[in-house]
T-cell receptor
Framework: SQKIEQNSEALNIQEGKTATLTCNYT??????LQWYRQDPGRGPVFLLL?????KEKRKERLKVTFDTTLKQSLFHITASQPADSATYLC???????????FGKGTRLSVIA | DTEVTQTPKHLVMGMTNKKSLKCEQH?????MYWYKQKAKKPPELMFV???????INESVPSRFSPECPNSSLLNLHLHALQPEDSALYLC???????????????FGQGTRLTVV
């Protein structure tokens, strides 16, 4: 069966450290993988997109890697701040013009 | 304008009521979506409209009825809902790639629906 797994339901880190979130998938062949941030009671906000032929993508303090052999994406937030506390969702587009499918998310808490 | 606007923000309705959720975007996106999200769960796709035509219906019960009056508007008509339908209903929009598939999605703030 198809699965998207974000291994940690919750992650607590100290302010200033790097947060690393993991997204693994099974029985998908995604052409693109995306990361979103969601705050409580709000809609998800797009952060980064990475293509299957890209190894790494960066945007300010954010970095995403994509390993199609391992079927895994890693999402890093460097120099984390309490304002980074939110749920981070991994989402992928499977081949064949399908819309986004989301993982369950990881709730990140950055402690001052 | 990079916003997707949803109204109302909150809705409480009885099981015999009929109500509608509304969604609007002016980004020129021709793909629009309804997602349902329960607490501590990921968004689940309900419907996709592509160029104002329903292209995906994820086996959603008929008490949910989508409508796309034009390229900027998306409605979700609700009738005879059950308490388990209480959730955050999210509208989203995106571009469609020339090579197929959809680009990143822009989400509205959602409508918090409570069925009593």
């Amino acid at each position: 069966s198809q699965k998207i797994e974000q291994n940690s339901e919750a992650l607590n880190i100290q302010e200033g450290k790097t947060a690393t979130l993991t997204c693994n998938y099974t029985n998908y062949s995604p052409a693109y993988l995306q990361w979103y941030r969601q705050d409580p009671g709000r809609g998800p906000v797009f952060l980064l997109l990475i293509r299957e032929n890209e190894k790494e993508k960066r945007k300010e303090r954010l970095k995403v890697t994509f390993d199609t052999t391992l079927k895994q994406s890693l999402f890093h937030i460097t120099a984390s701040q309490p304002a980074d506390s939110a749920t981070y969702l991994c989402a992928l587009e499977d081949s064949g013009n399908t819309p986004l499918v989301f993982g369950k998310g990881t709730r990140l808490s950055v402690i001052a | 304008d990079t916003e997707v606007t949803q109204t109302p923000k909150h809705l409480v309705m009885g099981m015999t009521n009929k109500k509608s959720l509304k969604c609007e975007q002016h980004m020129g996106h021709r793909a629009m979506y309804w997602y349902k999200q329960k607490a501590k769960k990921p968004p689940e796709l309900m419907f996709v409209y592509s160029y104002e035509k329903l292209s995906i219906n994820e086996s959603v019960p008929s008490r949910f009825s989508p409508e796309c009056p034009n390229s900027s508007l998306l409605n979700l008509h609700l009738h005879a809902l059950q308490p388990e339908d209480s959730a955050l209903y999210l509208c989203a929009s995106s571009l469609q790639r020339a090579t197929g598939g959809f680009t990143e999605a822009f989400f509205g703030q959602g409508t918090r629906l409570t069925v009593v």
